[in-house]
């Protein structure tokens, strides 16, 4: 397959055969970053399937991509975290240890961290894998984990200390105050931190049997060994006899001094990612411990904290393609950042001032432009240290930027709240920052107390189905929004802008009484222009998502998971429930193959002789038969994951393949499918238990 080479071929190849396996790993230096970054998950589930013997070559070509890529390090580092975390296996919480190390290493170090490193640079021989710290991470650690109730009980409890994974992002390194370069050398005592507990945004749906105490003992577990003698910042310069008494850089030949500085660059841009993802995974926690009247403000006051500490440059590795551009957080709003509703978990939503810089988020220069913050002594690291401060500390938040009153001259704007293109306006208008040419706004929920790699998945499998239809000239509508994991327990998720859920339409629009009877106040009459096109939005989307419902048995379909958008489409949010989970402890209450109910077919103009519904009765048909062409795709992506994953959509284990595949019907003739489809779509139409759900949903949690 030398000419027809592609990421597909490849992972089926790595996770299908084993005699392959080395030429294939050659074969992906080839492919673009794209690629590579879009699967590293999959990448990353693999090599911990292997043996370390079957993985040297895997792991080699991984080190080699953070060597070129921190956002590719990153990431990597949070999967292995949420791995390890999930694990049973001791000996794969400590290989995640490993490789968590060398592919920060790589980062900082910008190439392999092999034998012949070690020797080039005259450094001795580091500690066994298991009992090793991460260069940067290692640097005056002061975590430990929050003491649980059950910890006597743990599994954990006998284990070897070492045996713990590092906690990239709950143990964020932090650098000393000295002149002398960062040590590598742990403190031998570190006071205790208490973890927060975080939640998930939506609760609508029977919450898990498990406590967010459980879910998070041990979640800030630090390693007892002793790190590696080597100095991050000085491992680049060549010590012929072995010994370097030079200090900060000083007396340094210029090459060596360029890279002196370069590498403490990469470093403490490394280092800034992980104590920020930190800080508010700790904010998450100590939100849920107030009550509701107080969060908003108490988040708004430590928000003012982290930005008199936030270096500029930062930012959230989030975008859905690796060539994206890369940009800088200049400020997260306080004043527009606030907290969700949610029944016992505290996500919140972020506002936040970015300014591009002009490079690819694959760059190692992004760590260039890091501008560290000018409030004195305090940054991110002395805020991760002594979180109390920022938890406990100043009660006085900063007083609030003048806000540019909204003038709304569009009539459909209201219902959906204040227009992101407008918000954009009004808060470049007031923000010292906004007569920067290339400034800019973007909005994102940080949640925790979940584990969001299944929602990661769920996001690339809606991808996949976007670009299949796309590809294919087929106007079905999906919405994909990108999820970053960041942890075992926390990750951050894009918002969708101008969209708002169904239960708030219904629930918030003084005399809504039909979703049809809402499109027509909104956007004019039956048969208008205005009308047409928002019908015709929402046919495409309902079309998209109801293939993607069927095809992924993707549940808890209430109303304040399903969104509509100001343009009239349809946004499906929240996939905890999919492949073979559902609530209420797998019992499958929603067995219609979508959601379909009266109120959708009313706002098509009805089932007989209407040309909306017949529209979404062709998409749908069209966009079947397009799906199962590369049906094999999407059982590979979900196949590899399956691997060693705890993930509650693999309950049911290998049976959650075989029946994603039977779905797809592989076997029929198109005609069969066609006449199959229809079938979907009749049994769909006004289901009576997708009925009863609704009915249960607005009398357990008020959700119309």
Not at 30 to 45: V, W
Not at 357 to 384: E, K, R, Y
């Amino acid at each position: 397959f030398n000419d027809d080479f592609n990421v597909w071929i490849a992972l089926k190849s790595l996770h299908k055969t084993t005699h392959l396996r080395e030429y294939v790993i050659e074969k992906l230096y080839a492919l673009e970053d794209d690629d590579i970054d879009f699967f590293l998950s999959q990448f990353t589930t693999l090599l911990l399937s292997w043996t370390k013997a079957e993985g040297t070559k895997l792991e080699r070509f991984l080190v080699d991509c953070c060597s070129k890529s921190i956002h590719c390090a990153i990431k990597l580092c949070w999967f292995l975290q949420a791995f390890a975390f999930n694990s049973d296996n001791h000996k794969t919480k400590g290989r995640c240890r490993k490789l968590a190390h060398d592919f920060e290493l790589a980062v900082v170090n910008s190439e392999r961290p092999d034998v012949s490193w070690r020797k080039r640079f005259g450094v001795q021989q580091s500690p066994s894998p298991t009992s090793r710290r991460s260069s940067c991470s290692a640097e005056s650690s002061r975590r430990s984990s929050r003491a649980s109730p059950n910890a006597n009980n743990s599994k954990d409890a006998a284990v070897d200390p070492n045996e713990h994974i590092l906690r990239v992002t709950s143990m964020p390194p932090h650098r000393r105050k000295t002149s002398a370069p960062p040590s590598l050398v742990p403190s031998s005592s570190e006071p205790n931190v208490q973890a927060a507990t975080a939640t998930t945004m939506n609760d609508h749906s029977s919450p898990s049997s498990s406590s967010s105490a459980d879910v998070h003992n041990n979640i800030l577990t630090r390693s007892n060994s002793s790190a590696m003698s080597v100095n991050v910042v000085n491992v680049a310069i060549e010590v012929k006899d072995g010994t370097d008494d030079r200090q900060d850089g000083d007396d340094l030949h210029p090459n060596d001094h360029s890279r002196f500085l370069r590498k403490e660059k990469l470093c403490s841009y490394f280092t800034s990612e992980m104590d920020l993802i930190y800080l508010l995974q700790e904010i998450s926690g100590s939100l849920g411990l107030l009550d509701k009247p107080s969060r908003n403000s108490q988040l708004g006051i430590w928000l003012n904290h982290i930005n008199r500490c936030l270096p500029q440059g930062l930012y959230f590795p989030n975008p859905h393609k690796a060539s994206e551009p890369h940009y800088g957080i200049l400020r997260i709003i306080p004043e527009e950042s606030f907290c969700l509703s949610s029944r016992d978990k505290v996500p919140f939503l972020l506002h936040v001032e970015i300014e591009y810089s002009g490079l690819v988020c694959t760059s190692l220069d992004i760590s260039q432009a890091l501008s560290l913050s000018s409030g004195g002594d305090d940054n991110l690291s002395s805020l991760v240290s002594n979180s109390e401060t920022l938890l406990k500390g100043d009660k006085t938040p900063e007083k609030p930027q003048p806000k540019v009153p909204l003038v709304n001259d569009h009539s459909s704007a209201l219902p959906f709240g204040e227009p992101f293109a407008v918000r954009k306006a009004r808060i470049r208008k007031a923000s010292s920052f906004g007569s920067r040419p290339k400034w800019d706004l973007i909005s994102v929920i940080f949640k925790g107390g979940d584990d969001l790699r299944q929602e990661h998945m769920a996001m690339q499998l809606i991808l996949l189905f976007d670009s299949i239809w796309k590809n294919a000239k087929l106007p079905l509508q999906l919405r994909p929004y990108s999820v970053l994991v960041t942890s075992e327990s926390s990750g951050i998720i894009e918002t969708v802008p101008n969209a708002v859920s169904i239960h708030d339409l219904k629930k918030n629009i003084p005399g809504f009484t039909t979703l049809s009877n809402f499109f027509e106040r909104v956007w004019g009459p039956r048969g208008s222009e205005s009308f047409n096109k928002a019908q015709g939005n929402f046919v495409e989307s309902m079309a998209g998502y109801s293939l993607l419902t069927y095809f992924l048995q993707i549940k808890d379909r209430h109303n304040g998971n399903i969104l509509l958008d100001s343009s009239g489409k349809i946004i499906h949010i929240d996939f905890g429930f999919i492949i073979s989970s559902s609530p209420g402890g797998n019992v499958n209450f929603e067995s219609a193959p979508f959601k379909l109910t009266k109120e959708h077919i009313e706002v098509m103009g009805g089932e007989e002789d209407s040309p909306a519904f017949d529209l979404f009765h062709l998409l749908v048909v069209r966009g079947f038969l397009e799906a199962r062409k590369h049906w094999d795709k999407i059982a590979l992506i979900v196949e590899i994951m399956i691997r060693g994953s705890k993930m509650p959509c693999f309950t049911r284990g290998k049976s959650s393949i075989d029946d994603l595949i039977t779905r797809f019907h592989i076997e029929k003739s198109d005609q069969e499918c066609i006449e199959y489809v229809s079938l979907l779509i009749e049994e769909s139409a006004d289901n009576w238990r997708t009925t009863q759900y609704d009915n249960y949903q607005r009398v357990t949690n008020g959700i119309l």
